[in-house]
């Protein structure tokens, strides 16, 4: 089955560029999407096919795929965007989800 | 804006059939460019897809293999919502279970409901 690959933490001081990375076979083939996810509430779509932002969601947030992965970018990073981010992909009429990674802005 | 609310008992003890209902708010649940998925979030499994339905012209659905003998989900276009049932559940079936929206393809999860928390325990 396909799976996606996450770091499981990341690292910023505000102000700072959050990367995130995702890491699957020929995952650049694919549409990946991401979600933000703060404790006790629902995952909130912040990126749609690699690169395009719902509605609503800041210009901070930019997407990119390539190759075996995808990467979601969160410029000027604030303390409000402290969360887990999972991305997400669809293989074979399943989506499959990455592991999520936390973010911590110090 | 598109809103889903979701209902349903938390608490089952093993063997007990799981069921939760999804009310759409804003959109048809036989919208023919909408489908209709549950998702759950456990600690060990993380978020995964359970299956979804949708309707194009009949009604289709697609399920995840880790579930696949046990899942239904259906769609109840009086009340404009859909339903999650999945039978003889085990303490492993525990998590946080989501109902969301989705186009057919290509597919990502816009909204979600609030989630409810079914707890698996003798």
């Known amino acids: 089955s396909y799976e996606l690959t996450q770091p499981p933490s990341l690292s910023v001081s505000p102000g700072q560029t959050a990367s995130f990375t995702c890491s699957g076979d020929?995952?650049?083939?694919?549409?990946t999407s991401w979600y933000q996810q703060k404790p006790g509430q629902s995952p909130v779509l912040v990126m749609f096919q690699n690169s395009k932002r719902p509605s609503g969601i800041p210009a901070r947030f930019s997407g990119s795929s390539s190759g075996n992965a995808a990467t979601l970018t969160i410029s000027e990073t604030q303390a409000l965007d402290e969360a887990d981010y999972y991305c997400q992909a669809w293989d074979n009429k399943a989506a499959v989800f990455g592991g999520g990674t936390k973010l911590t802005v110090l | 804006q598109v809103q889903l609310h979701q209902s349903g008992p938390g608490l089952l003890k093993p063997s007990q059939t799981l069921s939760l209902t999804c009310a759409i708010s804003g959109d048809s649940v036989s919208s023919n460019t909408a489908a209709w998925n549950w998702i759950r979030q456990s600690p060990s499994r993380g978020l995964e897809w359970l299956g979804r339905?949708?309707?194009?012209?009949?009604?289709?659905?697609d399920f995840a293999v880790s579930v696949k003998s046990r899942i239904t989900i259906t769609a109840d276009t009086s009340r404009n919502q859909f339903s999650l049932q999945l039978d003889s559940v085990t303490p492993e079936d525990t998590a946080v279970y989501y109902c969301a929206g989705s186009k057919l393809t290509p597919v990502h999860f816009d909204p979600w409901g609030q989630g409810t928390l079914v707890t698996v325990t003798s």
């Open positions: 020929k995952l650049g083939n694919r549409y």
């Open positions: 339905t949708y309707y194009r012209s009949k009604w289709y659905s």
